[in-house]
């Protein structure tokens, strides 16, 4: 099977990996599915529906899962180059940092901390010019849409 | 007539002119920066049209979508990136143009086509939309569950790729739409405790997730971008008499080709372009230009794309079923909005209706008077820098999937959709098939349970009437042919026609215009 895997191209094994992860769900989904209730086909029930999508999904993995040992993709690099990989890496923990601060800080801080943080990241030299583009983006996006536009976020401690 | 007239008095008041403006402007905003795209893009301003009028947040929803396909061909001609999978025809033609000296050419005879097409889409809407909303008022489950299932399959085959490029993420797709309270029983389904979870999973953070924050990511990734923007002087705005005279008739042309696949699932706006290059490659008296900055390569496909888009409103708007990721994020606005779009849209809400066609139509006028004028707005756009650009993107990322209903598990179903994105994208799986289906979802299940319930659980109803016989028929045809072909042939196709991947689209064409 490790055999099977290392020959194939590296498009081919990660469809492959992705069609097992796709089937392992959809097992999961349609025993779930099962189980919330079928009813009969005449008077169906909440689980019906997704039983019948869950089978389905279950074949199109298989499928997909055969088509990766198979097929001839589009060449494409899928390694992300070792150069970005740090910024890459960096900007999505910044990102989940981000979700995860907003329920404690608040908007303003949150958004003004992510931008000085992924401007700094993303090659700004200077660190005044990382402050003022940093906390622009973070305190005038979120007073565009908590203000003008009404829509209602987080506010941190300071009520903010 | 009548309703074209009617949706012109809805739509000339200074509610709808100005959501046509914003919406026009956003989108077009949307189409040049790299990283949104028009789904994420639409998806965003969705919670932003809620204290909207029915008929305003519809009409910017359109003209977002407008907008952000001629801002995808400006990116195509002043850089030749193309911003959306439609524009990519753009690159060929346009592109050269530009290098010529005709970029600011090239930027009007694209919005002069867009103005010509939402004309003849606008006649051909009033002809076909109360068609189809009479025929269709005649329709039964079966015949429901055949559209809106069997235009998914056709779609999630068409989104180029494999075969289960489009189908394994369609399955995703409908999965995540079961997710939440069951509408008939109010059971509630694979919610895992969560109260907030049994409100479904929105179409906001998914479409954000595996458009926009994923495309963040590979925007890092890769090093080439921001390459050299070409900038047009607004003198040079003016097409010559000849580019005038040649750009008339691959303008019709185009036209009536966008209609046409408009009404038909698949990624209308990029086929039509295709389909539009095609045409102009085999009847144009210049067909030997072209690929060397030919206008009539620019003039007919981008016609093509906003044609498309406006015969893609059929659908959605007479039988409440859309065939692109854009669309179904204006039915879920319009869900939101407590109409339910289908046949009786028409006859019930016939302002909404009418004002929305018109609105586009307006929007593309809008188009026209406002964008080339603000062309030196989106050249210096193009060139901001991504340490401020991409931030910026993350940020109301954020903020529109929580303020979509202030719930922190939107900000976390964002986050995992963006993932899973990436990671989908990365192996070439197409994401358009993922948004229709987990916006369809609810709709192919209720006329399935429906179907059941009529026919005392028999099967074969769902094949019992002309109509879904002959869909699913076609149907078959489509996915059967196309799956044994691939394995078959292994793979080796070499036939114009869009991917999915733009920048091999992008080779094909060039290739074939190469050849020809």
Same mark, same amino acid.
């Given at each position: 099977m490790l055999g099977v895997l290392q020959r194939l191209p590296a498009k081919n094994r990660g469809r492959l990996i992705i069609a097992g992860i796709g089937l392992l769900v959809a097992v999961d989904y349609t025993v779930a599915s099962y189980k919330i209730g079928l009813g009969t086909l005449a008077n169906t029930k909440a689980g019906m529906f997704p039983f019948f999508a869950g089978l389905v999904w279950i074949v199109i993995s298989i499928l997909t899962g055969v088509e990766a040992l198979n097929h001839k993709y589009a060449d494409g690099s899928i390694a992300t180059p070792r150069d970005r990989l740090r910024v890459v890496l960096l900007f999505a923990l910044a990102v989940v940092a981000m979700t995860v601060l907003l329920a404690f800080l608040g908007q303003y801080i949150t958004a003004s901390l992510f931008g000085v943080v992924t401007v700094r990241l993303l090659g700004e030299k200077s660190w005044i010019k990382t402050f003022v583009y940093g906390v622009g983006i973070g305190v005038v996006l979120s007073y565009l849409f908590m203000g003008p536009l009404g829509v209602i976020l987080p506010t941190g401690p300071f009520g903010w | 007539m009548h309703g074209v007239l009617e949706g012109f008095q809805t739509a000339i008041s200074p509610q709808l002119l100005l959501a046509a403006f914003i919406g026009c402007f956003a989108g077009t905003l949307v189409g040049v920066l790299p990283g949104i795209g028009s789904t994420a893009g639409a998806a965003l301003v969705v919670p932003l049209t809620y204290t909207l009028s029915?008929? $305003?947040?519809?009409?910017? #929803? +359109?003209?977002?979508?407008?907008?952000?396909?001629?801002? /995808?061909?400006?990116?195509?001609?002043?850089?030749?990136?193309?911003?959306?999978?439609?524009?990519?025809?753009?690159?060929?033609?346009?592109?050269?143009?530009?290098?010529?000296?005709?970029?600011?050419?090239?930027?009007?005879?694209? $919005?002069?086509?867009?103005? #010509? +097409?939402?004309?003849?889409?606008?006649?051909?809407?009033? /002809?076909?939309?109360?068609?189809?909303a009479n025929v269709s008022l005649k329709f039964g489950p079966q015949d429901y569950f055949a559209l809106a299932a069997g235009g998914l399959v056709v779609l999630a085959r068409m989104s180029g790729g494999s075969a289960m490029s489009g189908l394994f993420p369609m399955m995703i797709g409908i999965a995540l739409a079961t997710v939440g309270q069951d509408a008939i029983s109010g059971t509630n389904r694979f919610t895992f405790g969560h109260y907030q979870m049994a409100l479904g999973i929105d179409l906001v953070p998914v479409a954000v997730g595996v458009y926009g924050l994923s495309e963040l990511i590979f925007l890092l990734e890769d090093k080439t971008t921001g390459g050299k923007v070409i900038a047009p002087k607004m003198r040079e705005l003016w097409p010559t008499r000849q580019e005038w005279r040649r750009s008339f008739a691959p303008w019709f042309r185009g036209s009536f080709i966008g209609f046409i696949f408009g009404l038909l699932p698949g990624p209308s706006g990029t086929l039509s372009s295709f389909a539009s290059y095609r045409m102009e490659r085999a009847v144009s008296k210049h067909r030997d230009e072209l690929g060397t900055g030919a206008v009539e390569g620019i003039a007919g496909p981008e016609a093509a794309n906003n044609s498309a888009a406006i015969g893609a409103l059929v659908p959605v708007m007479s039988l409440g079923v859309p065939f692109s990721a854009t669309l179904a994020v204006m039915i879920s606005a319009m869900i939101a909005q407590g109409i339910t779009p289908g046949p009786l849209l028409v006859t019930q809400h016939p302002d909404v209706f009418w004002g929305v066609v018109v609105a586009m139509y307006i929007g593309n006028v809008m188009l026209l008077v406002l964008n080339l004028p603000l062309v030196g707005i989106w050249v210096s756009i193009l060139r901001l820098p991504q340490r401020v650009l991409l931030p910026c993107i993350a940020v109301v990322s954020v903020i529109g999937a929580y303020g979509l209903r202030e719930s922190y598990i939107d900000v976390y179903v964002l986050l995992a959709c963006g993932v899973m994105g990436y990671v989908l994208r990365k192996f070439d799986f197409s994401m358009a098939s993922l948004v229709v289906g987990l916006v369809l979802g609810p709709l192919i299940e209720k006329n399935f349970r429906e179907g059941l319930t009529l026919s005392h659980g028999s099967m074969s109803y769902f094949v019992s009437s002309p109509f879904s016989l002959v869909v699913w028929i076609v149907v078959a045809l489509l996915v059967f042919w196309k799956l044994f072909s691939r394995f078959f042939r292994k793979g080796k196709g070499t036939s114009i026609g869009p991917t999915g991947d733009v920048e091999r689209d992008a080779e094909i064409i060039e290739a074939a215009a190469a050849d020809s």
């Open positions: - | 029915p008929t $305003a947040s519809l009409t910017m #929803i +359109a003209s977002i979508y407008a907008g952000s396909m001629y801002g /995808g061909s400006t990116t195509s001609v002043l850089m030749n990136m193309p911003g959306e999978a439609s524009s990519v025809v753009a690159t060929i033609d346009g592109y050269q143009m530009a290098r010529k000296g005709r970029a600011g050419a090239a930027l009007s005879v694209m $919005a002069v086509g867009s103005f #010509i +097409a939402g004309t003849v889409g606008l006649i051909l809407v009033s /002809g076909f939309a109360p068609l189809f």
